[in-house]
């Protein structure tokens, strides 16, 4: 299949499919749905009334609308659309109880489908960039990397995630199917976070690495971090306390005041998240702070030293990592993993990226479940 006759057309989808004489209900009312309603008010569409299967919530109103349990929306309706609007770990569940309860009426799934752009893949953009994406297409190593890869568009595109999540294989960035096994790796992780993926990476070596270099910018995690180091008395560890970038700078960093506090998960650099987030989450605008916070590339707090296998996770600065690592990329000629499609530029550039730095590389892309968040990991694998 060619990568033009492989993506869904404009009018299967969802707010070109429905009649807008029939109620629409949202399954789901927390933060995805907050962004999925702005998104589809845009293309003319919104919901008569929220669904939820939490009673705390039942029987409330978010933004004016109306929360019911399922059983109250098949009491009061006979025809509506019910649109999941909750990620895809809770949205099959929702589907398994609705088909248990033979649920007639039409069923779609939509979520937010990039980390920090509140926004839906657009046909404009689409098109207008259709040969970059051609050339993606192409350039992916096997059929598997393809599929994935129109999934991904076709996912964009429309919100839905459910067909992305029957490719899942494995839980970790560290395919063993992809990634040459070795005791000599120099580790590189860009996005360390608390240290759980660096414990993925200790599991996958089998405890047996040259070095590991792991860079971290929010400071509560930072400290798990350095914890986590100590007290697992792991050796040949060096700490980095700044945010992955593609200069050394100070940059902005968008969060609220209290994360330990408040299940905030969207701190970023490129904007404030208070107009995104419910507001039956009870976060006040005034939580939402502004933090200066240092950045740095790879290829700065490297100095030269080896990288063997670098991963990039970094709160939607995926590309600027990259772009920041591409001496050492052409050093060294690492294996790289990460995240893939975080923005709408990195479903085509990031990989075309690391291709201009070495045509040698061989990309794929699997889908991943990474401590319950569906991921699509790429892969790229130098010839050695």
């Not at 860079?215 to 798990?224: I, P």
Request: glycine share 6%.
């Amino acid at each position: 299949m060619d990568f033009i006759n492989g993506i869904l057309k404009r009018e299967e989808l969802v707010w070109n499919k429905v009649s807008k004489n029939i109620p629409i209900v949202f399954f789901g009312c927390g933060n995805n749905a907050h962004i999925m309603k702005r998104i589809l008010e845009s293309k003319g569409l919104t919901p008569m009334v929220y669904c939820d299967n939490n009673p705390q919530v039942v029987g409330t109103t978010i933004d004016g609308i109306e929360v019911l349990s399922y059983e109250q929306v098949r009491e009061r309706y006979q025809q509506y659309y019910m649109i999941l609007t909750v990620a895809v770990n809770n949205a099959i569940p929702i589907l398994g109880q609705l088909n248990q309860a033979k649920e007639k009426n039409p069923i779609f799934h939509m979520e937010k489908p990039f980390k920090v752009d509140d926004e839906l893949l657009e046909y404009d953009y689409l098109e207008s960039h259709l040969q970059e994406f051609e050339k993606v297409y192409e350039l992916l190593e096997d059929e598997q990397s393809k599929t994935i890869f129109l999934e991904n568009i076709n996912f964009r595109l429309s919100g839905d995630k459910i067909k992305l999540a029957k490719y899942i294989d494995g839980n970790t960035f560290f395919d063993e199917k992809l990634i040459p096994m070795s005791e000599h790796y120099s580790y590189v992780d860009v996005g360390a976070y608390t240290g759980d993926m660096l414990l993925r990476f200790y599991a996958f070596c089998g405890g047996k690495y040259d070095a590991i270099y792991a860079v971290e910018s929010d400071k509560g995690n930072f400290s798990s971090l350095e914890r986590l180091v100590k007290y697992g008395k792991l050796e040949d560890v060096f700490l980095f306390q700044v945010g992955g970038w593609d200069c050394k700078d100070e940059l902005v960093f968008y969060t609220i005041d209290d994360s330990n506090a408040r299940n905030f998960d969207s701190p970023n650099f490129f904007k404030n998240m208070n107009k995104t987030v419910p507001s039956s989450w009870k976060i006040g605008k005034e939580h939402f702070v502004e933090q200066k916070i240092a950045v740095d590339t790879v290829d700065h707090l490297l100095q030269g030293r080896e990288c063997t296998l670098l991963k990039i996770n970094a709160l939607a600065a995926d590309f600027q990592v990259l772009k920041g690592s591409a001496e050492t990329i052409k050093r060294c000629r690492p294996v790289i993993v990460g995240e893939f499609g975080v923005r709408k530029e990195n479903l085509t550039k990031m990989l075309l990226f690391i291709k201009e730095i070495s045509p040698s590389y061989h990309i794929y892309l699997r889908q991943k479940m990474i401590f319950g968040d569906y991921k699509t990991v790429f892969t790229a694998v130098c010839d050695s």
